[in-house]
Structure formats: C-alpha cells, structure tokens
C-alpha cells in the first residue's frame, strides 16, 4: 500500500517558519522524487520545491526561492520542507507527491495534505 502522509501544518504569523514533513512507504522510495506542491483558496495548485532521492538534485519555484529548504532522509524514507519568512500569500494546503521525475513531470503517488495558515 503506497502511502505518503504530511504532517507539520499549522497556523503562524508572517515571519514565522514551520517545517513541514512527508513520510512515505510502500514503494521504491530511493527510486523517485519527493515534491511539493500547493494550493491556496481560490487558486490553481502549484509546485514548490522538489528532490531527487537518489542524488539530492532539487527544485524551488521562484516564489519561494530563499525561503523554503528541501531535504531527506533516506533511513527514515521522510522529505522536509523547511519555511521560513512565511508570508500571507503561503496560505494553502500543502500536498507531497512522489514521481520517477521532478517537477513539472507528472507525479504517480499524492497525500492527503496538510494545511498551513499565515497571519499578517
């Protein structure tokens, strides 16, 4: 069973940071991509940040370019993405997703997301 569970969300004012986590199991983890996307109220999803399990090649969007860290753990099969700076407009809920490639090459596995709130 192929799961990948976020966890890590949550509300905090703008200049806060969170860390947000994707667990994931039940297929060849060290195999594919770990990315990030999000989607904001009444907007169109969006990707973040990327990272390729086997050698650590990543992928930022613009928009969050100085701001947010991806990282892994190859033992533990866990992506973080680390936020910092949050600003109003990082409000969305926040999806792991993991495919053979990058971002923007579509994704095989999606969680369920979990949502963060940033206050001004």
């Known amino acids: 069973e192929v799961q990948l569970v976020e966890s890590g969300g949550g509300l905090v004012q703008a200049g806060g940071s969170l860390r947000l986590s994707c667990a994931a199991s039940?297929?060849?983890?060290?195999?594919?991509?770990l990315n990030w996307f999000r989607q904001a109220p009444g907007k169109e999803r969006e990707g973040v940040s990327g990272?390729?399990?086997?050698?650590?090649?990543?992928y930022y969007a613009d928009s969050v370019k100085g701001r947010f860290a991806i990282s892994r753990d190859n033992a533990k099969n866990t992506v973080y993405l680390q936020m910092n700076n949050l600003k109003p407009e990082d409000t969305a809920v926040y999806y792991c997703?993991?495919?053979?490639?990058?971002?923007?090459?579509?994704?095989?596995?999606w969680g369920k997301g979990t949502l963060v709130t940033v206050s001004s």
């Open positions: 997703a993991a495919g053979i490639y990058l971002l923007p090459w579509p994704m095989d596995y």
């Open positions: 039940g297929f060849a983890f060290d195999d594919y991509t």
């Open positions: 990272i390729s399990i086997k050698n650590g090649v990543t």
